[in-house]
């Protein structure tokens, strides 16, 4: 069995087309045919079936995609940890980011990097939190700057920062005119979030359904972008990180809520059971750094728990 043959093995099963994972390989199909060929021959069973032009797993299949991962995986972190005993630190860290914090942290971050550590490259990945948390997983990125927690047993989330959520406003908005909110100020306005793939939409909601007031669920926004257009033009209301009440235009007007005001922790999260090269490590502690400076947070990097979605603070 060679690692070639698995990386094709994996390139086919996620293409799900011997041609376009020829093309992804940077070889001849034929040739990766023919390496497929020999490894089902080695292993004694059929991995793909291909009908009408269509290719899927095997039961087989399906039980080599988890072992191949793995391998792979494995001697990725050897050659890491074996680059590592250069004395200079330098290399690729690839990080993950969700999208209502990667637009305010990542320029920062990746500019910062560049001036303290110029033979390190950042390779960003901006997702929705569910698929950094599978990325992370399967060690597609180093480590990922997430706003919520689930219980994964490689996982390792560790509080960073925590911060403020804000109700964004229209200034021609009548709660606009108020110079504080409670919760009750919220409950006769429509509120819209971001569509359920966010984890700012669950932390919204869950904060809301707590005060008994009610998220609209048909206007479903992929941008927070969007979502603040269709507050400052004065449509509906919303609750928004405090990073984007800083870039957003001078028609929108955000308020605090007096009591129980509500905030969402920033966690770094990385897959504890797989190696971390030394470049990691510092863009990871340079991440913490940036994010307590943008959010002015103490936090002190303790483990995060696993409900960690969203803080109500007390009055």
Same mark, same amino acid.
């Given at each position: ?37 020999? &490894? ?187 979502? &603040? ?87």
């Amino acid at each position: 069995m060679e690692l070639h043959q698995l990386r094709y093995f994996l390139a086919i099963a996620e293409e799900k087309s011997f041609s376009r994972a020829a093309e992804r390989a940077h070889v001849a199909q034929p040739s990766l045919s023919q390496q497929i060929q020999k &490894l089902e021959a080695e292993l004694g069973v059929r991995l793909f079936d291909r009908l009408n032009r269509r290719v899927t797993l095997t039961q087989a299949g399906h039980a080599l995609v988890p072992f191949a991962e793995r391998i792979l995986n494995e001697i990725r972190d050897a050659r890491r940890c074996l680059g590592d005993q250069d004395e200079e630190q330098g290399g690729a860290v690839r990080l993950g980011m969700i999208p209502t914090i990667a637009p305010y942290v990542a320029p920062r971050l990746m500019t910062v990097a560049a001036e303290r550590h110029p033979r390190i490259s950042i390779e960003l990945k901006e997702a929705v939190t569910d698929d950094l948390f599978d990325a992370t997983e399967r060690g597609e990125v180093d480590f990922s700057v997430i706003s919520t927690c689930r219980k994964v047993q490689t996982l390792h989330a560790e509080e960073v920062a925590s911060e403020p959520l804000f109700v964004a406003l229209g200034e021609s908005h009548p709660l606009a005119k108020k110079p504080a909110l409670e919760w009750a100020d919220l409950k006769p306005v429509r509120i819209v979030t971001l569509q359920e793939s966010h984890c700012l939409s669950r932390q919204v909601e869950k904060v809301c359904r707590a005060h008994n007031i009610k998220v609209d669920a048909d206007m479903p926004l992929l941008q927070l972008s969007t979502l &603040l257009a269709l507050v400052c033009s004065g449509l509906a209301v919303s609750l928004v990180p405090e990073m984007a009440t800083k870039t957003s235009g001078a028609s929108c007007i955000f308020k605090r809520i007096r009591r129980s005001p509500p905030a969402r922790e920033i966690n770094l999260l990385r897959n504890s059971s797989r190696y971390q090269s030394r470049a990691a490590a510092l863009i990871m502690q340079l991440a913490a750094e940036i994010l307590r400076s943008i959010t002015g947070s103490k936090s002190s990097g303790r483990p995060s728990t696993a409900t960690c979605e969203l803080i109500l603070a007390d009055a």
